[in-house]
């Protein structure tokens, strides 16, 4: 019996499976006996030994083949009742080997010359099919049947036979049974080692169900915390903003306000740690929009130009405190796509430009290939080796600079180029990067062309306004009449008010849209610049206060609509007014303000 209990099952189910045609076999044999002994012509007339032994060969195929009902009739019995099964099969089995063993004893002495070599022939046949099973109780009952032979052929000679001939026929017939034995023996270390070799598949395949089991289960929660983590910023990004926002202005308002030299490193680098944290804020909550697939791809058609103005006003400050060029090439081009995503990858790029490039200049381009636009951002900075370029996509992962561990004086967060990939990604555009060790970096981002533009939309952007970003000059806005609406706005002296005075400019602050419209209307001069925040719930706000307020003032009247959510810099449906996300930093709200001021002087050509 085999020691292994798991593997008892398959190897019983395979000898049952075996025993149909092993009784056929059988059942051919003692038919092919009985038409020896009793149908041959000059054979030895019946006696009770052949017919005991006939009818011991059928009460024992007929046992087998009962065993082999009563198991077929119940496929799969308890795992405590293998073992009965397999001790009824070798009985069975042993039981027709012995009846077989008999016929050498009660038919071969009866027989002649042509019936005992017909009976050696069939037990030699019946030897090799029990071999061929390749079990120790089959090799037992060929042990049976060859030890029959040899008891019969060497031990008692048949005093019919010349002497030589029961010897020289008897080892002939064991050489026969041996090599039965033989093939027997190296058939069942087959067998056994293909049953080993299923049992390991099955353990196999259990380890790997198991295992993907598991997988499942991390794969699982781990979408769990993604999207908890998703839904957690996504409630908490209203609540953050604000204090996030006053912390900004009242950083800014003490740099400006301090007149003690000693303090100038301690409030600046309190306005590093606070740009970081609005940083890494930013970056949270652009993973958890594209995460969420709270962003829709809008494409539409726009210049290239009405992007790069947007740029240049952004970044022109940073690069000019770096000493480094900024410039923008192929604002003529047309692109159909979602600027607001556009720019955003765009942004990621050329600040990372930036703060990896310490001498020389960054250049943004853009040019035609094969029907799309190829839309380059170009530097000089310290290059990335090139086996670390397939992992720069990955959420937090870092180049770290050979000659120190931090180059600039804001450390990135090493989310800027993995949102920009799936930004690229939304919008079907390949994002590929190219660099030298040493030389510099370009990132290529391709998007279709604008050949498939309606006439409609044509018309509608050349009659949109095309601007230039200005020339930045540093955040003087002297002569400069800026009003505020919304309590949040004016803060106190350390509010956006106090920040707007400080660079130069005349502000009015209004808590809310009733008292500014109030005011509107004895007023005869007109504002440089409208900045609207949170106003009441009745009261008219936003857009429909800007229009209120144009009514008054003329439709040329720019205005700014500080946001809670996403959309910094893009214009709305109504002409000239613009959205600014917060928390608001300094240097954007002053990039913006110098946009919208400069918007109303400037000519417009090509960038």
Known sequence: MPTDPQALPDRVRSLYAQLPASLLGQAIAVGSIAVLFLAMPGGPRPSNALSGWLLLAVLALGWRWRQHRAHVAQPEPPLTDWPMWYRRWALSTLSCAGVWALSMFWLYPMGNELQRAGLLALLACLAIDSAAAGH?????????MAAAIVWQLL??????????????????????????????????????????????????????????????????????????????????????????????????????????????????????SVDALEALFDKLLDL????????????????????????????????????????????????????????????????????YTEDGGILVSCRARSGRLLIQVWDTGLGIDERLLPSIFDEFYQV????????????????????????????????????????????????????????????????????????????????????????ELDAGPDGTGAMLQAWGAQVSAFC??????????????????VLIGRTPAHERGGVDLVKALRQVFGAALPAVLLSDGEGEGVPVAEPGIHLLARPVAPNRLRAMVNFKLSTRTISHPDL
């Open 136 to 144: 120790l109780v089959t090799l037992l009952g060929v042990g049976f």
């Open 155 to 272: 031990v008692l000679p048949v005093s019919e036979a010349p002497p030589a001939g029961p010897l020289a026929g008897g080892l002939g017939v064991i050489g026969v049974f041996l090599g039965v034995v033989f093939v027997g023996y190296h058939q069942r270390k087959c067998y056994l080692r293909l049953l080993s070799f299923k049992r390991h598949s099955e353990l196999l395949a259990a380890q790997l169900a198991a295992e993907k089991d598991i997988a499942e289960e991390a794969r699982l929660e781990a979408e769990a915390a993604t999207q908890a983590r998703t839904q957690f910023f996504i409630a908490a990004s209203h609540d953050l903003r604000q204090p996030l926002h006053a912390l900004v202005l009242f950083t800014e308002s003490l740099r400006l306000r301090n007149k003690d030299a000693v303090l100038v490193p301690t409030i600046a680098s309190i306005g590093e």
């Open 288 to 355: 958890t929009s594209i995460d969420s697939g709270a962003i829709v791809v809008e494409p539409k058609l726009f210049h290239m130009r009405e992007l790069y103005a947007r740029l240049k006003l952004h970044f022109e400050p940073q690069a000019f405190d770096k000493g480094l060029g900024l410039d923008f090439v192929g604002g003529r081009h047309a692109v159909r796509a979602d600027p607001l995503l556009v720019e955003r990858i765009l942004r990621n790029l050329v600040s990372n430009a930036i703060r």
């Open 400 to 487: 770290h600079a050979p000659r120190g561990p931090d180059l600039s004086p804001r450390k990135g967060l090493g989310l800027g180029l993995a949102i920009g990939r799936r930004l690229a990604d939304l919008l079907g555009a390949p994002l590929s990067v190219r660099s030298r060790l040493g030389h510099g970096t370009v990132f290529s981002l391709l998007l279709p062309l604008s050949s498939a533009a309606q006439p409609g939309e044509l018309a509608e952007l050349a009659a949109a306004p095309q601007v230039t970003a200005p020339t930045w000059t540093g955040p003087t806005l002297a002569g400069r009449h800026v009003v505020l609406v919304g309590a």
């Open 512 to 529: 809310n849209a009733t008292q500014v419209l109030d005011w509107s209307t004895s007023q005869g001069r007109l504002p440089d610049l």
